[in-house]
């Protein structure tokens, strides 16, 4: 996403991360090295993740899915480096987009640690949240699940 952070600005997307992580380890360990142009919040107690529905996984989709290992194999032959084991490998994630009256208008919940929305599908979906109308009901919410 850090790729295509003028194409979201052009077409008005703001991205945020959400992370469990205390702000010490995202600092020292994953984002060393990193200039991340998004805003990070934390959630040490994963009320977000609670909220939003983002569950957890097992050992196999933790460590040994298929789809996990193939995108550190990606990663890897890109020549990008491992930024190591999270605290707990069995939290999973999420990808969601919201429109400007904040209507949940794409989602996508991990199935396990290999499971991301491919960038070119958000960047779609925040081009199709810019066209909404802007509502301030929250009624009718037209949502995408991917997958």
Do not use: C
């Amino acid at each position: 996403m850090i790729e295509q952070q003028a194409e979201i600005d052009q077409i008005g997307g703001v991205v945020v991360l959400v992370a469990y992580d205390r702000p010490g380890l995202i600092g020292t360990r994953m984002m060393r090295g990193l200039e991340v142009p998004f805003p990070i919040l934390f959630d040490p107690e994963r009320v977000a993740y609670r909220a939003w529905g983002l569950g957890r996984t097992g050992l196999f989709g933790a460590m040994l899915s298929p789809s996990l290992n193939w995108r550190y194999l990606k990663l890897l032959i890109r020549g990008e480096r491992f930024l190591g084991f999270a605290p707990d490998m069995f939290q999973l994630g999420g990808d969601f987009v919201l429109d400007r009256s904040h209507r949940v208008r794409f989602v996508h919940r991990m199935r396990n640690n290999g499971d991301r929305a491919p960038v070119a599908r958000l960047i779609a979906e925040f081009r199709n949240a810019a066209q909404a109308p802007a509502d301030t009901s929250l009624s009718e919410t037209s949502t995408t699940e991917l997958g």
